[in-house]
């Protein structure tokens, strides 16, 4: 059985301050990981896509993956309210949307003015 | 990524009706997934649809429960047979690109009275 876990929050940030996002996944096969925000009312969409251990910087957004551990982060830098949404963890046994995606339930994130 | 279009946006069926959703992309893509999201939930994978094959349904989907067609590399349907309220959720297709990373449609909203 796959899983994805995450911490549902809310996670309180305040404005400009570093948004830290956290994701453990079971299947040690898992190979492709994704950051997916989604707005309420909206289908996800995606932020950050990793592959393979360290991090991967893209303007604000760190993705962070160590397998050893099964642990997958993001790290949003001055964070503004716009960023407040859900966050969805999802992972791939193969090579990412081409296999399908196992979700964790998201963390919801509130960025406070 | 790939412009991904599905239709309703959103509906209220009666009870045992049946609904059909469609997946329209700009792009050829070998793969197009359909996900359930229930309220409150995150994402579930119900199948992956191949051109020219059947389906393939992940554990708990069945298709007479929701089969799929894929006459095309282009376009994909998903019917939701035989509605309870319990069918009421928001349906998401998606595709690969590049065989990397999933992109999704808007969604379809359904409420089932």
């Known amino acids: 059985q796959k899983e994805v876990e995450q911490n549902s929050g809310p996670l309180s940030v305040p404005e400009g301050a570093i948004a830290s996002l956290n994701c453990t996944y079971s299947d040690r096969g898992s190979q492709s990981f994704f950051w997916y925000r989604q707005y309420s009312g909206k289908s996800p969409e995606l932020i950050m896509s990793?592959?393979?251990?360290g991090d991967k910087e893209d303007g604000r957004f760190t993705a962070q993956l160590n397998k050893a551990s099964q642990y997958v982060s993001l790290l949003i830098r001055d964070s503004q309210p716009s960023d407040s949404a859900t966050y969805l963890c999802?992972?791939?046994?193969?090579?990412?949307?081409?296999?399908?995606?196992?979700f964790g339930k998201g963390t919801h994130l509130i960025i406070q003015p | 990524s790939a412009v991904i279009s599905q239709k309703p946006s959103r509906d209220i069926c009666q009870r045992g009706t049946s609904l059909t959703i469609q997946c329209q992309v700009d792009?050829?893509?070998?793969?197009m997934f359909w996900y359930r999201q229930q309220p409150g939930q995150s994402l579930t994978l119900i199948a992956t649809?191949?051109?020219?094959?059947?389906?393939?349904?992940e554990s708990g989907f069945v298709i007479d429960k929701f089969p799929i067609s894929r006459p095309n590399l282009t376009f994909s349907t998903l019917t939701v047979s035989n509605m309870s309220p319990e069918d009421s959720s928001i349906y998401l297709c998606?595709?690969?690109?590049?065989?990397?990373?999933?992109?999704f449609g808007q969604g379809t909203r359904l409420t089932v009275v």
């Open positions: 998606s595709v690969e690109a590049l065989r990397t990373e999933a992109f």
């Open positions: 649809a191949n051109q020219g094959s059947e389906a393939t349904y």
């Open positions: 990793i592959y393979s251990n």
């Open positions: 999802a992972v791939s046994l193969g090579g990412g949307g081409a296999d399908g995606l196992t």
């Open positions: 792009s050829q893509v070998t793969m």
